[in-house]
């Protein structure tokens, strides 16, 4: 609970100015981080802050700008080369089919027997007959 005003303690007021020491000894901070020591008691901790991701943005930006060519020139590498073996495996493909047409019929045909008996022996596994 607040106390009334004449119930507080009365200040000291007795001692006067105090003597301002200037800092002799010399700083042990680099110049590079002296860069982000306040300039003055006014500068907010948001200024430093600011400053600090300015300066890394900037430094960082060759960097990511190298990153992003790198992934692109990957990413059209990859393109060009899935291209390039869709075209091959579609030319291959067709002489195929066109040299050996019954082989490829006989072909699906087995693949076809063969993925239906293996959905029917995993359905029978894993849907048994519920009362």
């Not at 006067?16 to 020591?37: D, K, M, N, W």
């Not at 306040?38 to 060759?62: F, G, N």
């Not at 006989?106 to 993925?115: P, S, W």
Request: hydrophobic fraction near 35%; include cysteine; proline fraction near 6%.
């Amino acid at each position: 609970m607040a106390q009334p005003i004449g119930k507080l303690e009365p200040v000291e007021s007795g001692r006067g100015p105090a003597e301002v020491v200037p800092l002799t000894a010399r700083s042990s901070i680099s110049p590079h981080e002296r860069q982000f020591q306040p300039t003055s008691r006014i500068e907010s901790l948001e200024d430093q802050v600011s400053r600090a991701l300015a300066h890394a943005m900037r430094s960082l930006r060759p960097k990511l700008d190298q990153a992003r060519v790198a992934t692109t020139e990957a990413c059209i590498y990859a393109v060009d080369q899935s291209r390039n073996f869709a075209k091959l495996v579609r030319k291959r493909s067709a002489e195929i089919k066109k040299e050996h047409p019954l082989e490829v019929l006989y072909g699906i045909t087995a693949g076809a027997f063969v993925l239906g008996m293996a959905i029917r022996i995993w359905r029978s596994s894993h849907y048994e007959h519920r009362s």
